[in-house]
């Protein structure tokens, strides 16, 4: 593994975790600074080396997912978070990239304090206040419609004459400073819990499952964009979007302004800056958005986020505390993670105890012993990092870490392979702390989809010995859940309200019961995410089973197959195979099996891979030195199998039309029997691959089969979206950039600069009733 791959696993593992803790658990474990930090590091890794890029990195990914308790609500326009900038380079890269891409001498931006709060979505019917839900995570969100009608400046019916029929609004649900202040004397007076900062306060309060809680905290709403607007001409600009939005009734911040360039931005922010402290409510940062909206439409969106605006966040917050200890956890993949134990200190609205240190090799790099005066620094509500040793303050009694040899949680040696920075339990499934966070991860919404067992249900499960391995989870019965409850109850010290009345609920119990069962067929590409293979998300399952098929020829694929697959390579090839080969997880899939699972949509495998398991292909893909992608056809084209390469005898290895370093490397890789018993194996299951998919010829019923789209402007009746989704049912690639190998143009209303590319590279440009015919007829 290189360097630039393994550095952005780590960063992908770590950012998932915090993510998770930060958005799901409400338990933040990594200040906003260092959250950020290790963003802009995975998104510059990711930049550089973009065959690291994959779709289930953070940086793909948008916000975290909702919370058990409420109603789940599908966001018909996804809430896409920001991009953040730190420094004036970033700003002037961002204003640079804007004018080349709309091909204009200067942009105006609308500006806007980032708020410090929740995000929220409004939705309004004919003037009337319908529904509301959180961001979740970005797609799907919480239904919180009765909390938010207990916020006093969210309208309940529109003001104004000229109504749209429809109108979905964005903002942020937050608490000012004054009415936090009241709100936490209050706690005190009762002899509650106080809340540590505003942004946490607003977030709980909105959570709250009684809308009557939520009535009694001092909640504000302040409007930010139009998602949706149906009725009503549309504004062309964004600033008169948030003025119409003011007309009708929302509040809109008035710290709100239009400025011109690189320049207005960065006045703009050292203004606000100043200003900062005076403030009503918290801001961690400020917004540019490009003004126009004809603009923001050309420039489009990544995955995560849209390249017309950018958050600009400012400078981290430092204090200074003394270093307790250095424990260590135990990650789902058996990771260690150094924790630093932190003497209380309050930075930037949070008291903190604890922060991540990230790998051994991270506490030697910044020299630290338990027992140093530390600087914790912290932006926004999360768990500070600690950034250094105060050197002039260390005493002679502090002590070295040292990281230990046996895990925590099983007692099994830790190891640490060559040239990684995490070490890792060797335990695998006999450890408690990865056999509970594998269950979890088995069960949840992107894998298998078991509604109701999260993670609570999950640990008791596992303390009191009913799931042990994730086959067990189809064995469960009703009174096993039951009898579950009523011990963790006993445990916790909880007396159920239920039994306070004198019955029993068994409904939550038997919802679960009927989840488990039908979480049995999901589709392939799902199951195998749920394994928890390491190095492998949403985006290798999905290839895995485009390609294979089932998860019969999947678990028994050698490593040269995963290896020539497309976007998986050779690290991710190995994981796979070390995954099934080991007979835990051999015994775990059988498990399964038995239990009933099995994927919803096995199918054939491909009608491409007798060009990906082509002999030439197969034999760079073994790992043999020197024998490049050029050798391996010059070999190919003298042998006619692998088989026929192991037979050979020593006498007619040496006569191969090879260069000598080749012919020798081969030589030695050959002597190894346990290498040809490889590669008997790879040819046998080839064979049984390509006798089981159908021919090549099957594809070219698909009549944009190898043909490149891009799309541009907006079309009549459908969206981008769709029609992305039409092409490539038709056998096509929707690409995000014109170029010589493009074949068509897709371009609608408003199409800019993309359309002139085409036109100047004399590709044929359609509009939507030409894409529409192209489908039916072919290409």
Not at 58 to 67: F, I, L, S, W
Not at 212 to 237: C, E, H, I, N
Not at 239 to 253: D, I, K, N, Q, R
Not at 534 to 543: I, M
């Amino acid at each position: 593994m290189t360097r630039p791959e393994q550095r952005a696993f780590e960063l992908r593992e770590q950012l998932e975790r915090y993510a998770y803790a930060y958005y799901v658990l409400d338990a933040p474990e990594v200040p906003d600074a260092e959250y950020d930090r290790l963003f802009g590091e995975l998104e510059a890794i990711e930049r550089e080396h973009p065959e690291l890029l994959a779709p289930d990195s953070p940086t793909q990914r948008v916000g975290g997912a909702p919370r058990e308790g409420f109603v789940q609500v599908t966001h018909k326009v996804p809430m896409l978070s920001l991009g953040n900038a730190f420094t004036d380079e970033d700003i002037v890269a961002f204003d640079r990239r804007c004018r080349e891409t709309l091909d204009v001498a200067s942009v105006e931006y609308a500006t806007e304090p980032k708020f410090d709060g929740l995000a929220i979505s409004l939705h309004y019917e004919n003037g009337y206040f319908v529904q509301g839900a959180t961001r979740g995570d970005g797609f799907t969100g919480e239904d919180v419609t009765a909390n938010l009608r207990t916020v006093g400046n969210i309208p309940l019916r529109l003001r104004g004459k000229d109504l749209p029929s429809v109108l979905e609004v964005r903002g942020e649900v937050l608490m000012l400073r004054r009415d936090f202040n009241a709100l936490n004397e209050r706690q005190l007076a009762a002899g509650e819990k106080l809340f540590v900062n505003p942004r946490n306060a607003a977030a709980g309060s909105l959570r709250q499952l009684d809308p009557r809680m939520t009535a009694k905290r001092p909640l504000r709403f302040f409007a930010y964009s139009l998602a949706q607007v149906d009725g009503v001409p549309m504004p062309a600009t964004h600033s008169e979007s948030l003025a119409m939005l003011a007309t009708w009734g929302f509040s809109v911040t008035d710290l709100r302004a239009v400025v011109r360039g690189a320049d207005g931005l960065l006045g703009y922010y050292r203004e606000v800056g100043e200003r900062r402290a005076l403030l009503p409510f918290d801001i961690d940062g400020v917004v540019y958005k490009v003004n126009a909206l004809a603009q923001q439409a050309e420039l489009g969106f990544v995955s995560r986020a849209p390249r017309f605006a950018v958050a600009h966040k400012y400078p981290a917050q430092e204090e200074m505390t003394e270093l307790l200890d250095i424990e260590v956890q135990v990650g789902r993949t058996g990771a260690i993670t150094p924790v630093a134990r932190l003497k209380p200190v309050f930075v930037g609205g949070v008291t903190v105890t604890n922060a991540t240190l990230h790998n051994e090799d991270e506490v030697r790099r910044k020299d630290l012993r338990i027992g140093d005066t530390v600087i914790v620094r912290r932006a926004g509500d999360v768990i500070p990092e600690v950034v250094a040793p105060v050197l002039e303050r260390r005493s002679a009694d502090v002590r070295t870490f040292v990281m230990p040899t046996q895990c925590p949680v099983c007692g099994s040696h830790i190891v640490r392979e060559e040239g990684e920075a995490v070490a890792r339990c060797s335990g695998g499934l006999v450890c408690g702390a990865q056999r509970k966070a594998a269950i979890i991860h088995f069960a949840g919404r992107r894998m298998m989809d078991i509604d109701g067992l999260g993670e609570r249900y999950i640990e008791s499960l596992v303390d009191f010995g009913y799931v042990n391995r994730i086959a067990d989870l189809y064995s469960l019965k009703l009174e096993d859940l039951l009898e579950m409850k009523r011990r963790a109850d006993e445990r916790d010290g909880i007396t159920p309200e239920t039994v306070q009345q004198g019955k029993i609920a068994t409904k939550w119990a038997e919802n679960i019961i009927d989840a488990i069962s039908a979480s049995k067929h999901p589709p392939l590409a799902r199951l195998l995410f749920a394994l928890g293979i390491r190095h492998v998300g949403e985006s290798t399952g999905k290839t895995l089973a485009d390609w294979l098929g089932s998860l019969e020829f999947v678990r028994r694929a050698p490593r040269a197959v995963f290896a020539v697959l497309p976007d998986i390579g050779g690290v991710v090839a190995e994981s796979l195979y070390e995954f099934f080969i080991e007979p835990n997880n051999e015994r775990v899939l059988d498990e399964l099996v038995r239990a009933g699972v099995s994927a919803s949509d096995e199918h054939a495998p491909s009608a491409k891979l007798a060009q990906r398991i082509a002999l030439p292909e197969l034999l760079a893909s073994l790992g043999i030195a020197k024998l490049t992608a050029t050798r391996a056809q010059q070999l190919a084209a003298q042998v006619k199998s692998l088989t026929a390469l192991a037979d050979l005898t020593p006498i007619e290895r040496a006569a191969l039309d090879l260069p000598a370093e080749v012919s020798t490397s081969l030589a030695e890789w050959l002597s190894h029997e346990q290498n040809i018993a490889q590669i008997k194996a790879l040819d046998r299951y080839c064979a049984t691959l390509l006798a089981a998919a159908p021919s090549q010829d099957s594809d070219a019923a698909l009549p944009l089969t190898d043909k490149t789209f891009v799309l541009t402007g907006t079309l009549p009746t459908l969206s981008r979206d769709e029609a992305t989704a039409l092409i490539e049912a038709a056998g096509g690639k929707v690409s995000g950039s014109v170029s010589k190998k493009t074949h068509y143009v897709v371009a609608g209303a408003e199409a800019g600069s993309k359309l002139e590319k085409a036109q100047q590279l004399g590709i044929t440009v359609l509009d939507e009733e030409g894409l529409r015919t192209l489908l039916t007829q072919g290409g």
